[in-house]
Structures are given as structure tokens and as C-alpha cells.
């Protein structure tokens, strides 16, 4: 598969590429990341410019405590693009996810209605894993909500990115793949190795790169190849991170997270830490593999045999140095994220049709959306 060709876009005059995230809805993240540098167009001034749009539709269903980070993070990442276009981002959630009253409020209040969407139509479509409490997917409360969004991608939708479990659940849906449980939670941040580097969603992207994992089950290569998708990025201890389905572009599977800000693992591993000085846990959790220097590593240790003691003395436990840390950390995904976020959508700009509610340019074959099967 070498040797193939990706879409190709020009730059506006003076070589300034525009790359503007429209804010169009009253979403807190849109502030924030306006305030960390990040380009975002006021919707009074992105309605007179003469530039396309693409509608991207993000449905995340993460937990409370992780809903509005991963949020921040996949909007980020789209807004990160140097594609010519306008990027209308547009979240949703399903029902059938435990929330709290203020979490409900929240996307009551900022959250799009998916029924809305589909009338409106969309582009592209981005969905985020969850926490589940069955070992059968198909019990999860939100299952059929899910499925209901996926049936309808399908045939609206130019290419969905699935992240984490709802790599997990489509595969599952689609091919009657099982996830398999892992021995161990495997979770840090591993290298990985492109298998496909003709590949136009891997365009330009470096052949060997980091990405942060963090799950307890996995897909396997073999289960993978067996119903026909393409391995796009793996693991030699990480296991697969990237596979497509057998149209080369319409369902991209991520296992891997590469959305994670730096201080994202190291914010799960403080959860878990907190468990263990509350005594929902015998012993301290690992530490994320590849991820924690040796300096952080002293730092930590030091911390958990102070906690320790004020935990014996009944004392308040204190606070993990955690700004400390994060600057102990580096972040060696980011990248690579935003150059495979950003052929992504170089390549639904490439085929998506003008019209909303159509899937596709009129001579882009839905089997074959790239042209290189």
C-alpha cells in the first residue's frame, strides 16, 4: 500500500494557514482555549468569511470527573488542523451514562440534542470510550443509544474516530469481535511503529512515535486481520493502537489515547493513589509504565511514605505535590495526534459533500472513499 496520495490543499496568500475552531455554541472550552493561545472565531465574524466549513460531531461519554477534560482534548485537536477550513464542533451524550445532577446540568445546558443533529447533518463524527460495569458490552445501559448513533454515522457520516471502548463496543457491533481482559491494566505510554506507512491517514507522520494506553481489555492483531481491517499502528508491548475498517477510511479505531495532555496519566494515577490511602486498596498502584522519571518516581515515593504516616498517626493525609510532578513530565504523543487528526480531516474534506445531509461528494464511491482499495 506505498506510495499513495493524500488530498492536497494550498495556503492562503503570505503563507498564513487559517485553521479557526468557530465558536458557535456557549461551551466553556472554547474560552479556555482561546485562553491557553489557541486560534478560536467569534460566530459574528466566521459567518463573512468565505471559507468551507466542515460540522464534526463529538459524542462523549466519559465519566464526570473526565467529561469536560476530554472535551478540551478532541476539540484541541481539531482546532489544531491546518486545513483551510472552519471547524464547527458539535458535543453530544447519550442517555443510559451515570451521571450527577450538575453533570446533567452541564450538558443540558452546553450539550447539542443528537435528534437536532441528525436533522442538521454532519461531516465527520468522534466518539469517546466510557466506563462500563458489565463484562458484556451489550448490557451497558447506554449500548443501544450507541448503536443508534452508529447506525446512523453510517449512512450519514463520511468517517467516525473511535477512541478506547468505543473502539471496543463498534468492533464488538460490527464483526462480533470480544475484547479479551488483559492480565494486568495496561497503562503508560509505549512506542509504537507504523505497519502501513503508505497509508494517507499516516501521511508525513514519523514511523515511530509514543502514545499513551490506559485500559484493562484489548483487540488483537489477529482478531483484527480476521475480519478484514487494516493494522495501521502497533505495539510491540502496547498492542495495536490504530486499525480502519476494510473501506481504508469510513471507521478508524484508536486504542490508544492520543488525545492525553501531559499530566493525563499522571491524574489516574493519583485517583488510584487516593483509593489506596483510603484503604480501598492493599498496596500503592504501579506506576504508568514509561512515564514517571526517575526524579518523579523518588518524589512520589517520598510522598506515599509521608502519607503513610500521617495515615497511622490519624492524621489528614497531604497533598500530592502534583504541580511539582507535572513538570517532572513530558509529553512525547502531541505531535503526532495532531498530524493524524489533521490528514483525518484533510481526507473528510477531501470526500465529504458541501450539502450537510449528503454522506459524499457525488463520485466518491462509499466502498472505497479514498480510491485505494
Known sequence: MTGLEGPVFFSPPGNTVIMPLVEHLNLPTFSRLREQGHEVLPLD???HQ???ELHIGFLNMMPDAALEATERQFIRLVGNCNRIAQFYVYPFSLPGLPRSAQTLDYIDHYYCDFQNLKKQGLDALIITGANVANPNLEQEPFWEPLMEVVRWADDNVASTLCS????HALLKYLYGIERQALPAKRWGVYDHRISEPGHPLLRDINTRFDVPHSRYNEISRQHLEAAGLTILVESRLGGVHMAVSPDQFRTIYF????EYDRSSLLKEYKRELLRYLADDLN???AYPENYLSAEAV??????IKQAEVARADGQPVPALPEETLEHMLDNTWGDTAKAMVNNWLGLVYKVT???RNKQFMDDVDPSDPLGIK
Do not use: F, K, M, W
Open 283 to 285: 498496596s500503592p498502584p
Open 50 to 52: 468565505d471559507i468551507r
Open 164 to 167: 478506547c471502548l468505543a473502539t
Open 255 to 258: 486504542q490508544g489515547h492520543p
Open 45 to 47: 465574524r466566521a459567518i
Open 353 to 355: 459533500n458541501l450539502d
Open 298 to 303: 523518588t518524589l512520589v515515593e517520598q510522598y
